[in-house]
């Protein structure tokens, strides 16, 4: 069974930090590239990463670059989000999801084939 299993999620603080991960199974990730997206109540969804199959190239929404960094680790079938100097607009359901992705389409949810439910992130003071 395909799964993309999101954890990390939960509070902070504006400035702090979380460390959200996506653990798949069902399928072999390592052909497959990752991206993250964000969405905020009545707001589309955003892609916010994307990692590459091989880990050798990321994006990033320029509302998160250089706060967030995205990772993987295949042998362990999971990818991770790390965003730090956390803002409140930062506040949304993080979602992960896989797919053979155009590199220049990475922010396009239709290049995706495989996603996971999400977890909630909430900055507040």
């Known amino acids: 069974q395909v799964q993309l299993v999101e954890s990390g999620g939960g509070f902070a603080q504006p400035g702090g930090s979380l460390n959200v991960s996506c653990k798949t199974s069902?399928?072999?990730?390592?052909?497959?590239?990752l991206g993250w997206f964000r969405q905020a109540p009545g707001v589309g969804r955003e892609g916010v990463a994307y990692i590459s199959s091989g880990g050798d190239i990321t994006h990033y929404a320029g509302s998160v670059k250089g706060r967030f960094t995205v990772s993987r680790d295949n042998f362990k079938n999971t990818a991770y989000l790390q965003m730090n100097s956390l803002k409140l607009e930062d506040t949304a359901t993080y979602l992960c999801?896989?797919?053979?992705?155009?590199?220049?389409?990475?922010?396009?949810?239709?290049?995706?084939?495989?996603w996971g439910q999400g977890t909630q992130v909430t900055v507040s003071s």
């Open positions: 069902g399928f072999n990730l390592d052909y497959y590239s």
């Open positions: 999801a896989a797919g053979f992705v155009r590199n220049t389409a990475w922010a396009q949810e239709d290049e995706y084939d495989l």
